[in-house]
């Protein structure tokens, strides 16, 4: 059984239309031809999907596991992603709730270059939560940013990230926004990362990684659903930088819970398999309606065992203030990220003092 | 106003709630802080979103144009959809009905390499609609697929593209199985294009298409929405080839109708920006639920005046049988790609007579 990979879904009942459905997607997501036709005992027997049992979800749905030869992901996100949940994504109703990986298919993946363990060791931190927070409001000057991301540093603040609305007008304009918040931050002599969006042109990408780094930075804020899931892996397997993902674009594969791919799955399981170190959620309570079953769920995916990928960081954001970091703490323990953004920024004492009020409410 | 992009959605009532969900997505989608941060003036008049009027449209929900300065969106397809359906895109209830584009943006974007014109002139087809199939099932062996491709060839076809989900083990069993289709595909003599799925690790893409171009092919399949909208820009920016867009992986985009982006725009609209020549749909009537009225959206977007961006092919495909040709003239008239996969296939006198018999059926 090793050589299958099991993708699960849920499926709109009654039972006899879910397995219906079930068969059909089993066939879409591999020989893709209608069900009369005449193939060939071999290929019906050793390439389409297996249906597994039924089982009964609330809402009159039915939760069903179909396994695929491994073969057929081809090692590659993009071929997953096909096999899974390519036309399977247009039929109305079909959420894909887990996916369980041979180990020979997590062996193609190197997963996060520096994960928990990494990105705590280039810190210099242990034991308590690190605290990020966001470059904005776009409109602002490169010295308005810099001058911010240094305040932001020098009230202990871990990670500093660019807005992912920001907008550089040129290749020139973005080698001088990030080298200047660059030299702001190592100015202040605190350990303190700057990430800066990496996004552009598909081929300027690379380019603009490399500036990143020649920059003396360590790590870069990329948009996976907008940039490709597949493009993240490959720019993290050429350059060992910190990549920080944020959800931009990808709110309808999970936003409703009536089809799509659950939360936790896509959140967690996947930005960590293509390469995420760090992957940003809308924290419960904000502004997007997750509840803190989905975002907790989210944590305990993106540091599950999978094979031997590095466990990547939970950055819960938004909606964040000084008066819910107990549920913070409680939600997500000490391995995770707390990203505030506008709240710290609009602190009456400035980013400084704003950094300094949150450092001082995390657990020790 | 010409330097500004309008915004079109539709985000759920009552009016004030409405008003209150339009103006969030204003300023969530560029200066991303609360609606109390000190903004300055200058950021709050040129950078925040401006909210139009509302109208009410059916189920309650209602219709509102926001327009953002075009610069925000960078002349790119990555930024163009991070600030209209960044965020937005976690927003329960928010669909992007439309998107209205000034000169100066489209201006960014050369379109489609062939488009409808530059396609029947290299096919030297003129007067009625042309002629696809799909090659599958997966698990068929190379001279299998080989011989389907010159069986449709012979039988008039014009375009035989790869299933979507075809896996190649390795480069050199993609570069092995393509040349022998092609090969098999110009020995008949008869003018149909090959074009294979372009996928794989997102760094052997660019090598793959001159793979295909070198075997004297025209032209490849792509998933924009797995490897990216701004990838497959960026390979037709680079290479004169056909791309035919295929809609895999993008259905939690449009399939229910309750957020996400609309249909037309997503796959008329966008997927002509993003350079597709061709941009396959699932027709109505046929296994996915799309109605006629969405597919026929689909078109009239896909080859409507956009700037000067040459007019992409419909190709409505799945379901398709010789019964309802009819509907297919009348819906997409002349201008259209009839996407016939398993039904031509298993055609009792095979692909030859298949392709013989859907051709028969096409207006002239």
């Not at 932001?152 to 550089?168: P, S, T, Y």
């Not at 659903?225 to 594969?253: E, N, Q």
């Not at 904000?286 to 094979?307: K, M, Q, V």
């Not at 953004?341 to 003092?353: F, K, T």
Request: proline share 7%; hydrophobic share 45%.
């Amino acid at each position: 059984m090793s050589d299958r990979l099991f993708a699960v879904y849920e499926v709109p009942g009654p039972a006899a239309e879910a397995e219906k459905t079930a068969r059909a997607i089993a066939y879409e997501e591999t020989v893709e031809v209608p069900l009369e036709f005449p193939l060939p005992a071999r290929i019906r027997e050793e390439v389409v999907g297996r249906v597994g049992a039924l089982t009964p979800v609330s809402g009159g749905k039915f939760r069903v596991e179909i396994d695929f030869p491994a073969a057929l992901a081809g090692g590659r996100i993009g071929t997953l992603l096909n096999l899974t949940f390519g036309n399977a994504s247009i039929w109305p109703g079909v959420r894909l709730v887990d996916i369980v990986f041979p180990d020979s298919f997590l062996a193609s993946f190197p997963g996060p270059n520096f994960g928990v363990a990494g990105l705590r060791e280039l810190l210099g931190v242990q034991g308590r939560p690190l605290l990020a927070t966001a470059l904005k409001p776009m409109g602002s000057s490169d010295e308005e940013f810099a001058a911010a991301a240094a305040a932001f540093a020098r009230g202990g603040g871990d990670i500093v990230k660019d807005d992912q609305n920001l907008v550089d007008a040129s290749f020139a304009a973005f080698e001088t926004r990030v080298s200047r918040i660059a030299e702001a931050v190592a100015a202040t002599g605190d350990k303190c990362l700057y990430f800066p969006h990496l996004a552009g042109p598909q081929e300027e990408l690379e380019d603009r990684l490399r500036v990143v780094l020649g920059a003396g930075l360590k790590g870069v804020l990329i948009c996976p659903a907008i940039v490709g899931l597949d493009t993240m892996r490959s720019l993290a397997s050429k350059r060992k930088a910190v990549f920080m993902a944020h959800p931009a674009y990808s709110g309808s594969l999970y936003a409703e819970r009536s089809h799509g791919i659950e939360h936790s799955l896509y959140l967690g399981t996947l930005m960590r398999l293509a390469g995420a170190d760090i992957t940003v959620f809308p924290n419960a309570g904000g502004r997007f309606g997750f509840t803190r079953e989905e975002c907790r769920a989210i944590a305990t995916r993106s540091r599950a065992p999978l094979g031997s990928l590095a466990a990547s960081w939970p950055a819960p954001g938004g909606g964040m203030s000084l008066d819910n970091t107990g549920s913070m703490t409680e939600d997500f323990g000490q391995d995770s990220i707390w990203l505030v953004g506008g709240r710290l920024l609009m602190h009456p004492g400035g980013p400084e003092a704003g950094a300094q009020a949150f450092r001082a409410k995390m657990p020790v």
